[in-house]
């Protein structure tokens, strides 16, 4: 089922999330269908459960081909519960991103290149991955909304932040 997306200003896009505690649910396996759906909807490359106002520490994330970011590389379909993330560098690029919660615009974002995330999927199955660029810049943007943090709150210079037919007049861009 698609459900609404929470937008910026709504309190409980600021909330740390509760870690999940039992794998392989009905109830479990219902959110990550709905959050699957949502993202489908929306054009996501990513969604976080608390995006559609459940307080849990699951993302799911992934990219065949997507019209918000078409030069990306693919990022393959994944369901994350409890992530925990380790940079496996200092080195960070800008780039910039949206977010389905702060429709029409877009950041400057800088993000560690390259990062190791380990977790488990809806049936509490270990996963466990490398990833760079493009891969891990989603990971990190959707593991960011479980701690409470939104992009703009990364953005290093706010005259890089605006609405995207500002920033980029004359592309067509998909709305965030």
């Known amino acids: 089922m698609v459900r609404d997306i929470l937008r910026m200003g709504d309190a409980r896009l600021l909330q740390i999330c509760h ?14 269908r709905d959050m699957r759906d949502t993202m489908a909807a929306a054009n996501g490359a990513g969604l976080a459960a608390p995006q ?10 992934g990219v065949e081909h997507n019209p918000r970011y078409p030069q990306a590389e693919a990022v393959p379909y994944t369901v994350l519960c409890n992530p925990v993330l380790t940079s496996l560098s200092e080195q960070m690029d800008d780039d910039w991103e949206g977010c389905l919660s702060v429709p029409g615009m877009r950041g400057l974002v800088p993000r560690h290149r390259e990062l190791h995330y380990r977790g488990f999927d809806e ?3 270990p996963v466990a991955r490398d990833a760079s660029g493009f891969h891990a810049r989603v990971v990190q943007h959707e593991c960011d909304h479980l701690d409470g943090i939104l992009y703009p709150r990364r953005i290093r210079d706010l005259r890089q932040f605006g609405y995207t037919d500002v920033l980029f007049p004359g592309q067509v861009l998909v709305d965030d």
């Open 123 to 125: 049936f509490g199955t």
């Open 19 to 32: 870690p999940v505690e039992r794998f392989d649910t009905a109830e479990l396996h219902a959110l990550v």
């Open 52 to 61: 559609i106002g459940v307080p849990l520490r699951v993302v799911i994330f």
